[in-house]
């Protein structure tokens, strides 16, 4: 099986060029070239058109340039590849970066269905405002590994993985072939990262348990020599974390704590630690969801499933870097050994909580997750959590919710991770957390409540987390707007792989010296 899955897989090449006359000789299937509205060819198409074939195309009518049109012309004058695939750009003087984008998904959806073994792309990489090549090639990645993405994994009858071209060179002038070799890997290891957590989520609760998260874990630690270490119910409570166990005791499934360790630099260096929230299904316990839609949380899990994609891309990278992940998972399910509101339990940090509401349960499991890293004396902490239904009101399904304090050490953290979003188009949006909002978690019975109320619902779930980060700089994520999809397209997004990752690589070139 195993054989057969790495026969169907893309594969990815650079094929450098120092002319651009030489691309009329590339012998391919598919030669694919982009063009632009109101008739307008690239400098590519230009020199391979000199027959008139392409003009001709475009002054008919058959393709209008606007961003993600496609034209398949065969046995093109002047071309040596058995076909040419135009695809509109949009305007030539302002070549979008969304407009490429969707150009990408064009070219990916057409080579899908397209005959041709094999493709070399030969688009205007450098010419997209405010990107450059390198963004340009991961892009493209990230549209083959979409169009191939499959969340058939249970169903009697596989859905077919495209029959169309497998081979995909990108034509890049020689100078810039070693960046984009670069960009192919790191667009491969994202890509792939982003997968995982897909498959991961997409999975159901009765498959996809705290155990499977933990041999998830162990399976990629076997295979990229990172190191794991997987606790059970006992060694949690060795440790004191009430309130993480208050939130499992629900339920029969066994409770898991995961550490997955990449030690990709000198053991001298502080390490980098993602914790992310593992609720691999959610029903609110006793404070029971609405029916309708409750089978979405089994995304609970999400911010696990993204740590997990984020570790794989980090080691098939090698990224040298220290970066642990570690997430608590469990179950939370209404028993009559469920938390009732009104409940107080102690957390591994000492501060007892009063639960409010047994569906504000991220930030319990949580909240032990982030004293348990200060044994590592971590040069950063990030949290990723699907925690609040809040943060979607504010921010929709476009951002991600992202929480720090305010300081010189928080503000570079927070803003390291919004250019890491912006730069792969996984974008977040920074959110305040303020000593205001931490007056809405008083208990009258116990040191903080689990819930503020309804005003800021994410922010003051945030301000939660923060009294048990004290000790060291960190951030939080929430994805419950952006990682996963319901509806007719309903599935995970395996967000924020991509912005998690490209963190990292950022803070791999910084502790190497090299610019990104």
């Known amino acids: 099986m195993a054989n057969e899955t790495k026969e169907k897989q893309m594969d990815f090449s650079i094929k450098a060029y120092s002319r651009i006359r030489e691309l009329k000789t590339v012998k391919s299937g598919c030669l694919v070239i982009g063009i632009f509205e109101n008739s307008g060819l690239s400098q590519i198409a230009s020199e391979l058109d000199q027959a008139g074939d392409i003009a001709a195309a475009i002054k008919s009518g058959d393709i209008s340039g606007k ?10 004058k002047g071309a040596a590849a058995e076909r040419v695939l ?5 305007k030539e003087d302002a070549l979008l970066d969304k407009n490429f984008t969707v150009a990408t998904k064009a070219i990916s959806a057409s080579l899908a269905s ?4 094999d493709a070399v792309l030969a688009l205007p990489w450098h010419d997209i405002k405010d990107r450059d090549g390198p963004w340009a090639i991961r892009q493209c990645i990230f549209s083959f590994f979409d169009t191939d993405y499959r969340s058939d994994a249970l169903k009697s009858q596989k859905e077919p993985l495209p029959k169309g071209t497998r081979k995909i060179a990108f034509a890049m002038p020689a100078a810039h072939a070693g960046d984009a070799r670069t960009a192919l890997s790191q667009g491969k290891a994202i890509a792939g990262g982003v997968k995982l957590a897909k ?4 999975l159901p609760g009765n498959v996809c348990t705290p155990s499977y998260l933990a041999a998830t874990a162990r399976s990629l630690a076997r295979e990229h020599r990172m190191q794991v270490q997987v606790l059970a119910r006992k060694q949690i409570e060795t440790l004191k974390m009430g309130s993480f166990l208050s939130v499992a005791k629900g339920s029969d499934e066994p409770p898991k704590f995961i550490v997955l360790k990449h030690l990709g630099g000198s053991a001298k260096d502080a390490p980098l630690v993602l914790v992310g929230k593992g609720l691999t299904f959610d029903s609110g316990g006793i404070s029971l969801k609405p029916g309708a839609a409750m089978d979405e949380m089994k995304y609970d899990m999400c911010g696990a499933a993204a740590v997990l994609g984020t570790l ?16 608590p998972s469990c179950e939370n399910l209404p028993s009559g050994s469920a938390n009732k509101p009104g409940d107080i339990v102690t957390s591994m940090a000492g501060q007892t909580i009063e639960i409010l509401n047994t ?10 997750a982030l004293t348990y890293t200060e044994r590592f004396k971590p040069a950063a902490v990030i949290d990723i959590a699907t925690l609040t239904g809040a943060c979607v009101t504010a921010l929709g399904h476009h951002n991600t919710g992202l929480f720090s304090r305010h300081d010189a050490e928080h503000d570079a953290l927070a803003d390291e991770l919004l250019a890491a979003g912006k730069a792969t188009g996984d974008t977040a949006w920074r959110l ?3 000593d205001v909002y931490h007056e809405q978690l008083k208990s009258n019975f116990a040191d903080v409540a689990n819930i503020g109320g309804a005003p800021a619902g994410s922010i003051t779930a945030a301000c939660f987390l923060d009294r048990f980060t004290k000790k060291y700089t960190w951030a939080h994520l929430d994805i419950a707007g952006t990682a996963w999809k319901g509806g007719a397209t309903k599935g995970a997004t395996g967000r924020p792989v991509p912005m998690l990752t490209e963190f990292l ?4 070139h910084k502790a190497s010296g090299k610019h990104r």
């Not at 397209?114 to 073994?117: C, Q």
């Not at 098939?316 to 992940?325: Q, R, S």
């Open 505 to 508: 690589i950022r803070r791999a």
């Open 114 to 117: 397209v005959g041709a073994k």
């Open 359 to 368: 569906d504000a349960e991220g930030r319990l499991i949580l909240c032990d």
């Open 312 to 327: 794989q891309a980090a080691a098939e990278l090698k990224l040298k870097l220290n970066v642990i992940g570690v997430i």
């Open 432 to 434: 305040p957390i303020e």
């Open 67 to 76: 961003p993600g049109t496609t034209l398949l012309l065969r046995q093109t």
């Open 199 to 202: 498959d991961l989520g997409n």
């Open 86 to 90: 135009l695809v509109g750009l949009g």
